[in-house]
């Protein structure tokens, strides 16, 4: 890089604040599905474990397929227009009504055809997060081209991940338990949750999508056409690109794996439905604390080492959780606490790394493919997010795990107690050591 490439960035506080509050939406619609779905499809509609599965999965295997289409119509706009911002206005509107029907199943509906309403809602509001969620994480790389204030922005955007998921993921829940849970419970759950979810899109769109304008002139060699198969050709063809996104994605789902066996492990490990919440807190108030930490070592040790040191704390978090299975306690609260600090790590990196890894292939290529890759980008992230869920309800059907309607909470067996504290901490512990193997084949010198 160049001097002027290297020097520090002036990004207005304005900017980069507009650029966090989106993590209001996409820490909202991420951790809360993750969380509360499957078990209200298992525990308040009866579906089975195996059915709610491939609900909770489904829609996001057509993410896959949509993402990289919505990531190339935007490169196409962005170089006519030179803005990103149609889009995540389409996202900001359609997702508020959606995201509540998704909730709202009518009661009394047998659990096949309940099963059936959440897929349809759930598939369309996904598509609407994603109408917002691709351009959005496109725009770090239209703010700043500094390596080190690309990672100041994205520290600034997971702090307010962190609050995000503290509210809702935490208050969610709350709300939903204090109007005794049922249908009531989660159609006020899912208004509440959706306007704070709207409210951060709308500002970000607004402040950041604007201030990522540029002259449609400025966008090199833009794509002929909106073809989504230019993304998974670029993944094949870009190294580090295709390196950075399996890391992710496998980190991802380890974490949705986690997330998806919070209320259960609160409900019939730590005996306490209600302990949903502190554990919330403990996973996620760490960020907090630990970002401006987590900064440094990206800025002394470089992002690639930062993402090692962070993917290890969780990983060694997870390996002492598995002692739950016979020696469930308090002590889980604090442990999940360590697996926070690592997960902000894992979160902060690599959507630090991935504008370094879109600019190294413009410089390639010549040609400006940032929504593309950034599309197929957040189909990983959101496949990962939707699989974790699933996986984990596969390893509560193989394990036993018997269901329960909303007036009702079945006794486990012993099998299905070990069932769902291994999936909480031992299959997160084994993915994240994939990701680890595989990241050790990344090998891009960081700029001083």
């Known amino acids: ?38 078990y209200y499809l298992t525990d308040t509609l009866a579906v089975s474990a195996l059915l709610a599965a491939a609900v909770v999965v489904i829609p996001k295997l057509v993410d896959v397929l949509i993402n990289p289409i919505i990531g190339a119509r935007n490169d196409r706009a962005f170089a006519a227009t030179g803005t990103r911002t149609r889009l995540m206005w389409t996202g900001t509107v359609t997702i508020v009504p959606l995201f509540i029907l998704t909730f709202c199943a009518p009661t009394g509906l047998p659990p096949v055809v309940a099963a059936l309403w959440v897929l349809f ?154 302990a949903l919440t502190p554990l919330f807190v403990a996973l996620v108030a760490p960020a907090l604390l630990v970002m401006p930490l987590w900064v440094r070592v990206g800025r002394r040790f470089g992002k690639l080492r930062g993402l090692f040191v962070a993917s290890g704390v969780f990983l060694l978090a997870d390996l002492i959780l598995a002692v739950a299975i016979s020696a469930p306690g308090p002590w889980v609260f604090a442990v999940v606490a360590l697996t926070g600090v690592g997960y902000a790590g894992m979160q902060t990196f690599p959507l630090a790394m991935l504008p370094d890894v879109i600019d190294e292939h413009t410089s390639e290529t010549g040609r400006d493919q940032g929504g593309a890759l950034a599309g197929l980008w957040t189909a990983g992230e959101t496949l990962g997010m939707a699989v974790g869920p699933g996986v984990y309800l ?55």
């Open 1 to 38: 890089m160049t001097d002027a490439e290297t020097a520090p960035a002036a990004l207005p506080r304005r900017v980069t604040a507009g650029f966090a509050a989106g993590s209001l939406g996409t820490g909202g619609f991420g951790v809360l599905p993750g969380l509360v779905l499957a």
């Open 121 to 274: 809602f759930f598939t369309a509001a996904a598509v609407a997060y994603a109408c917002f969620q691709v351009p959005y994480v496109a725009l770090p790389t239209d703010l700043t081209r500094d390596y080190h204030a690309r990672t100041r922005l994205i520290s600034a955007r997971i702090a307010v991940l962190a609050l995000a998921i503290l509210l809702i993921g935490a208050g969610a829940p709350a709300i939903r338990n204090a109007l005794g849970g049922g249908a009531l419970g989660y159609a006020v759950m899912a208004a509440g949750s959706v306007a704070v979810i709207a409210c951060g899109m709308a500002v970000s769109t607004s402040i950041a999508g604007a201030a990522a304008r540029r002259p449609p002139a400025a966008v090199v060699a833009p794509l002929p056409q909106v073809d989504g198969r230019e993304a998974f050709r670029a993944a094949r063809r870009h190294r580090h690109y295709r390196i950075l996104l399996s890391v992710f994605v496998i980190q991802a789902l380890a974490s949705a794996v986690m997330l998806a066996g919070a209320q259960y492990l609160a409900t019939y490990v730590l005996d306490d439905p209600d």
């Open 394 to 448: 596969l390893v509560l059907a193989a394990t036993g795990f018997v269901s329960s309607s909303a007036d009702t909470v079945a006794d486990q067996p012993r099998s299905a107690v070990v069932g769902i504290t291994a999936g909480f901490s031992l299959l997160p512990a084994v993915l994240v050591a994939i990701s680890m193997v595989i990241l050790t084949r990344y090998h891009r010198k960081a700029p001083r």
